[in-house]
């Protein structure tokens, strides 16, 4: 009689299966050389049994039998023939055809109807093991999202430590910066991926670059900012965030079309913040001769003569330079403007929590319609598609605002203090941090500083500045204390200086700050 040794695992992973395919070939061939069988040929993959139509080497096998190659199967234990009952019955089906002959383990021989009916008990036994050991395995994971672990191999940028992820040092800081550099709006997906594998991002396996396909994956997970999601449903995750909400979102925005930012071949200084002060169109840049760099109109419109204009780099960069010495902020008087104004902030911090109240309130509100909507459906009001539908997007919602109540715990008194003061000596540094020959601590400079320089006959016509330097100008040169603090008693200072953290916290500064 002629056999086939079958050997499978679940799992190329040898920890997931005690015997790998290496240790079942081995002991089924010393098995075979010891009781004189002969072997047609050895099959080996690594394929899960629980459904049917999943082993290409087991159907073959199959058919090779019906074709008369070999009529024994020689196994280590039934279950590595089949955990489901579709494959079981083709097995009998040729054992009582004649075609399979026997049935070999290590441990026994199945070769008659009885026989057949104890494999079929084995088989059955197999398949209600996998069907257990899947509710177990679906049930360990709710758990382990309920108390807000993720439940499975870590995604990029997090590594797996006793049961939950933690930040990889070796990956967070890029998972960080290409967040930052998309939401610039001034790079691509595979921009991104070019750079990061500039900077050593490289893959788990193989040691190579990042296709932009898993970069999209990285910018569309909220696991990144706290969250765990399945099928579906928002878990509030217990490990720490790489990116704020708010930084994903604006990603996200990006993503999907909002305020999508065209990709230039070449990259100008001063070009994104320049429109013609005659037609209202944008000023662009083009490079002459190889060497130099030119801003004129693009004349949009075609009824501007300004188009025809141009002006050199170096003088566009003598104008900003002019802009910037001209603000001039003076440091004592911005030293003592800032201290009156942290005395007026301490005592407000003392009873500004109402954001976290209101967070609460709306959490328990949430709370509150769960249990409503649990009692509609014990009372059969609403049918279980309608419940799980509802049920699904109220805990999405509530996990939304448990993020962003955590998050409020950062906006501490230091933190905003901390960006007080890092307003004020970034507006007293401004001429300092522009004179240097770095392209980009020029470019942060101008982020943070402007909104439009409008130009005309090559001069600057009108500037508007960003918060806060929008109201620092007007005071820059004074020496009036009551300037520098105007409408500090009113309203308006609420919205000025929420405006100016706003602006801030748009533009990471510890970026140029670093430079």
Partial sequence: ?????????????????????????????????????EIVEILKESKSAKTDGNRPLFSSMLERIKNKEASGVLVLHTDRLSRNGIESGQLIKLFEMGFIKEIRTPSRTYNSVTDMLYIDFDFVFAAHYSRNLSIRVKEGIETKLQKGEYPSYSPVGYVNKVGK???????????????????????TLKQISNILFADGFRTRIGNNKVHKSVIHRIFTDPVYYGAIRRKGTLYKGIHEPLVSKSLFDKVNDRLVGKNHSRKQKHTFLYDKFLSCKVCGCKLTASIKKGLYIYYYCTNSRSKCLEHKKYIPEGDMETLVKELIANFNLKKDMADLSLDLYIDDLKEEYKDKVFSKD?????????????????????????????????????????TELEISRGQLKANSLETTLELLYEIKNRACSLKELFDCDDFQVKSDVLNSLLWKLEIESQKIASVQYKLPYEYLKDVSKSDDILGWRRGRDSNSRRTFILRCFQDIRSRPLSDLSSK
């Fill in 358 to 398: 209101i967070l609460a309130k709306q959490i328990l509100s949430i709370d509150e319609k769960l249990d409503r909507l649990l009692d509609l459906r014990i009372g059969n009001a609403i049918d279980e598609e309608k419940y799980k539908e509802k049920q699904t997007k109220l805990k999405n919602e509530k």
């Fill in 165 to 187: 992820i933690y930040p990889d040092p070796l990956r967070e800081k890029h998972i960080q910066k290409a967040y930052k550099l998309y939401n610039s709006g001034e790079y």
């Fill in 1 to 37: 009689m002629k056999y086939f040794i079958y050997c499978r695992k679940s799992s190329e992973e040898e920890t997931k299966q005690i015997q790998s395919l290496e240790t079942q070939e081995r002991m089924l061939t010393e098995y075979a050389d010891k009781y004189n069988l």
